[in-house]
């Protein structure tokens, strides 16, 4: 099942090509990770994806609706997205910001029932995040704000989650296991992702399929032991890299 697909997507921001005439297929099941250096449009690429902003040219289709043509509620339900350093402006609790994820599945003045306190409540658990449930969330450090926000999109169990960056400000025990979680999701029917990581060998262990952003308008795509090669990362990075073997794992190293 395709959950989202570009054709002919051109993107286009402060004078910069970020993909040009770009053919994108995510479909259930997968894992993509994209990959590219700082400043490369990654982010942009990531937000006109999830129908947060437009592209300049091409479609983009949800479950082969346009995108353009789906309404809010129903793209909320279907997408979940992940920014980065994305800081509450409100006081709130832990809970409460989780509960956040719930919204697209209510009605107008609709309140939350045990079913959805229970969502986030176990989301919370799975983040680690527990004890912390009636923390303000102006408390809690870079790391812990950052598994928020993971806590609130496994609360909203969205078909496909587009993060940027998710393992951003988190510890090498949070890295792995956010990323552990992230990818038990893809066992439940109708899911997929998409993570900005700059990490090449994770991205390696969790993902299936990798896109490049290369610059001037190039992005390489598809399933990862086509894509993930010595000669795409060191042209994707401008730096030498070397490809060595640890129990059984390829991993890359600079060179």
Not at 179 to 196: D, F, H, K, T, Y
Request: charged residues 25%.
């Amino acid at each position: 099942m395709t959950l989202l697909e570009a054709h002919g997507l051109g993107i286009t921001i402060g004078g910069k090509t970020v993909c040009e005439d770009l053919s994108l297929r995510i479909g259930a099941g997968q894992a993509w990770g994209m990959l590219g250096q700082n400043g490369i449009g990654k982010t942009t690429l990531l937000l006109t994806l999830a129908g947060l902003r437009p592209p300049d040219c091409g479609e983009i289709r949800l479950k082969g609706k346009p995108l353009a043509q789906c309404d809010r509620p129903e793209v909320a339900r279907d997408i979940g997205v992940v920014l980065q350093d994305n800081r509450e402006l409100f006081p709130s609790t832990a809970l409460e910001t989780a509960l956040i994820g719930r919204h697209p599945y209510l009605k107008r003045w609709q309140w939350e029932d045990r079913a959805d306190l229970d969502k986030a409540l176990d989301a919370l658990r799975a983040m680690d995040l527990a004890g912390m449930a009636q923390r303000d969330v102006g408390t809690l450090s870079g790391g812990e704000h950052q598994r928020l926000q993971i806590a609130t999109l496994l609360t909203q169990d969205p078909a496909l989650s587009l993060l940027d960056e998710p393992i951003n400000h988190l510890d090498l025990r949070h890295q792995i296991r956010t990323l552990e979680i992230l990818s038990r999701r893809l066992s439940s029917p109708g899911r997929a992702l998409l993570m900005v990581l700059h990490d090449i060998n994770l991205a390696a262990r969790f993902c299936d399929h990798i896109l490049l952003v290369c610059g001037d308008g190039i992005v390489r795509a598809g399933p990862r032991d086509e894509v993930l090669t010595l000669e795409n990362l060191n042209a994707l990075y401008g730096y030498p890299l070397r490809q060595v073997e640890v129990e059984g794992r390829v991993v890359f190293v600079p060179g």
